[in-house]
């Protein structure tokens, strides 16, 4: 158990619609990182946050948003849903604002996304 | 542009035999590499981290070697069990200018290993 909790496990939606996916990293860490895992695809970063702010950005659709809060969980916004964002989310934390080597990443379980 | 490449994609092995799979990637500056194991459906643990100073690193019967000067790295698995079926991921963290690298992961493909008893 890596200690971060992702809901739902599943979800399921129709095109057009707006989701929320939800992460609780594990105790003490400050970062939080979110990724989606297409079919056959490679794990795709979307957005970094560190004790509440943004950190960074990689390739994240302007129809997703995300937010960490006050607590340190995290919330992923994804909005006006098309047939290919259906995916496997995952969220990730880790103690530091870095990805050095003694900072390593504890992935959640993820959240499947069907949107039909 | 940075990239992660692995090989082979898919691997089938007997139980009880070693394996190794290879990563060669062009990320730059390099920071460190990293494997990860995931399970289907489940979220990717990590195996190992190296800095470009580590050769070598070893975690229960998963062993990483890296060579920072030809930009490769394989994972040798020994004595193989049926849990290790999964896919291996092997991924590379960039350093900005000023020795940062927020979020830059680059992530391979993976190679899924299936050990059949």
């Known amino acids: 158990d890596s200690g971060v909790t992702q809901t739902p496990k599943h979800l399921i939606t129709a095109t057009g619609q707006r989701v929320t996916l939800r992460c609780s990293p594990r105790?003490?860490?400050?970062?939080v990182y979110w990724y989606q895992q297409s079919l056959d695809q490679g794990l795709q970063f979307l957005i970094h946050?560190?004790?509440?702010?943004?950190?960074a950005k990689g390739n994240i659709l302007e129809r997703f948003s995300a937010q960490q809060f006050p607590d340190l969980h995290s919330e992923l916004n994804l909005s006006s849903l098309e047939l290919g964002d259906s995916a496997l989310y995952f969220c990730?934390?880790?103690?530091?604002?870095?990805?050095?080597?003694?900072?390593?990443?504890?992935f959640g379980n993820g959240t499947r996304l069907t949107v039909t | 542009k940075n990239q992660v490449e692995q090989s082979p994609q898919s691997l089938i092995i007997l139980e009880g035999k070693n394996c190794t799979l290879q990563?060669?990637?062009?990320?730059?500056?390099?920071?460190?590499l990293r494997w990860y194991k995931q399970d289907t459906g489940r979220g990717p643990v990590s195996l190992t981290i190296?800095?470009?100073?580590?050769n070598t690193k070893s975690n229960g019967r998963y062993t990483a070697t890296l060579d920072a000067d030809t930009k490769q790295s394989s994972l040798h698995i020994t004595a193989s069990q049926l849990s290790d079926s999964a896919s291996y991921i092997c991924?590379?963290?960039?350093?900005?200018?000023?020795?940062?690298?927020?979020?830059?992961?680059?992530f391979g493909q993976g190679t899924i290993l299936t050990v059949h008893p």
């Open positions: 990730a934390s880790s103690v530091a604002d870095r990805t050095h080597y003694n900072s390593p990443l504890h």
């Open positions: 105790s003490g860490d400050l970062s």
């Open positions: 946050y560190y004790n509440g702010e943004e950190r």
């Open positions: 990563c060669n990637y062009t990320v730059s500056p390099f920071s460190n």
């Open positions: 190296m800095t470009f100073s580590e």
């Open positions: 991924v590379v963290s960039a350093e900005d200018a000023g020795g940062t690298s927020y979020g830059k992961l680059t």
